[in-house]
């Protein structure tokens, strides 16, 4: 057996707000950068860039889909009536255009220019029911995030009422950005149910492509050995998660739906009885203050919950009353089973990762991800090192220490969870915090 590491949820420049230079030229070049073996094509339903596949992937005798040094899995994303996304594997491109012939009449976009994410008119368990008739796979996308996802606030918070009899055919689900396997496993639904961390890319970006991964122990990159590693069959298993850390997505926290502010806690100076009247609006954040923290937290999310908390911010700047929403973290802690996470034993162990795209801006104390001096810096230290995944996971903290004192320091506290962050919320991605002693 062999290891691979999988990133198996990306898009197409025929999905909204996708780079148009994202290619397979520019993916496998990304791919070597990050060291990754497989990944997904994203929006293969897409006719164009169905085309564009056919014409350029190649089909090795064991079913693997190949381009220069990189495999790839067959891709998309689809969108069910309720709204819900749904990342969909196939075995061949003969199931592909099945599956555009079977989907066609339930949707409006499926072959539009635009449709690298088309929407269906089916209920989840009918869009199960297709896809795995074709010999495909499907799970829940992003599967907490709070918009467009299967257990978003106001809609299910578990497997079984959302997919029904369909259920058994469901392989997976995809943790989302802003989700790790310690969160998901305090829902007792998820416990048999394998986790993949998938980077969700909208660009070729280092800061976005494999951003998250599934390392894989199978005997080649092929979709039915893929199959049996997520359905844990025949000693073929998912053997580690990697993904940001949860607070480094955009929808960890909550937020007001309306200005978009994040809702923190902070601990009070002098004794206050109410959190409900101490607060402080910041440009990104409203600061909520009070002595006993853990109460008040709780007694503010069960009020979210029930969508009565108004913005504070929006009531006082606008007059207006726009609520409060969940972020992943505080909807999981409405939907969990278990008070802290209770792992099975097939679960594989997850890395809380920072993009070293990331730890390079902190340092440099650059905000933009695509500034000229980061990407040279970000180049040269994987000429001089490594792909990116060995730096961050594997490679002797010394050893990068040598390279660059900073970047060494981090990822060694990375490693050891030492680092904090300011958490993610409503759209706005999280940072973490860095004291640098230089
Ligand atoms: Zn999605
Ligand atoms: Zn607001």
């Not at 297709?130 to 599967?143: E, F, N, R």
């Not at 700047?317 to 008070?339: F, H, P, T």
């Amino acid at each position: 057996m062999q290891v691979y590491n999988t990133d198996l949820h990306i898009h197409s420049p025929h999905s909204i707000a996708v780079s148009q230079s994202l290619n397979l030229d520019t993916m496998v070049d990304t791919c070597k950068q990050k060291g990754l073996h497989v990944l997904g094509t994203g929006d293969i339903l897409q006719p164009e860039w169905l085309k564009y596949m056919q014409h350029n992937l190649q089909k090795n005798s064991d079913g693997s889909y190949q381009y220069n040094d990189i495999f790839f899995i067959l891709q998309t994303e689809i969108e069910d009536k309720e709204n819900i996304h749904h990342v969909v594997l196939f075995p061949d491109f003969k199931s592909v255009v099945e599956a555009q012939k079977k989907l066609h009449s339930y949707s409006k976009n499926l072959f539009d220019e635009w449709g690298g994410r088309p929407r269906v008119n089916l209920t989840p368990a009918d869009l199960v029911d297709i896809i795995t008739d074709l010999g495909g796979m499907i799970g829940p996308a992003h599967a907490f995030t709070p918009f467009k996802a299967i257990f978003r606030q106001n809609q299910y918070s578990n497997l079984e009422d959302c997919y029904q009899d369909a259920l058994k055919k469901v392989s997976f689900i995809e943790l989302g950005l802003s989700a790790n396997t310690n969160l998901a496993d305090r829902l007792e639904c998820l416990k048999d149910i394998s986790f993949l961390s998938n980077s969700d890319a909208h660009s070729q970006s280092p800061r976005s492509l494999g951003r998250e991964f599934n390392r894989i122990e199978i005997d080649n990159p092929s979709f039915d050995e893929i199959k049996s590693a997520l359905l844990r069959k025949n000693s073929r298993k998912i053997i580690l998660n990697v993904g940001l850390h949860p607070k480094l997505g955009k929808y960890y926290n909550m937020f007001c739906y309306k200005c978009r502010r994040r809702i923190i806690f902070k601990k009070a100076d002098k004794a206050s009885s109410s959190i409900f009247s101490k607060y402080r609006i910041k440009p990104e954040f409203v600061e909520y203050y009070s002595n006993d923290l853990k109460s008040a937290r709780t007694d503010f999310i069960n009020t979210v919950a029930k969508g009565k908390m108004i913005c504070p911010a929006c009531k006082e700047k606008l007059n207006k009353n726009y609520k409060i929403k969940l972020g992943v973290s505080e909807r999981i802690e409405i939907i969990a089973s278990y008070k802290k996470s209770t792992h099975p034993r097939h679960r594989p162990p997850y890395i809380n990762a920072i993009p070293l795209i990331d730890i390079i801006r902190s340092i440099k104390n650059i905000k933009s991800s695509t500034s000229k001096t980061v990407l040279n810096a970000y180049d040269k230290i994987i000429s001089q090192l490594g792909p990116e995944y060995e730096i961050l996971i594997d490679l002797p903290t010394e050893t990068i220490k040598n390279y660059n004192k900073n970047i060494g320091e981090i990822i060694e506290a990375m490693r050891n969870g030492e680092i904090s962050y300011t958490p993610g919320g409503g759209g706005t991605y999280g940072a973490i915090k860095v004291d640098l002693d230089v």
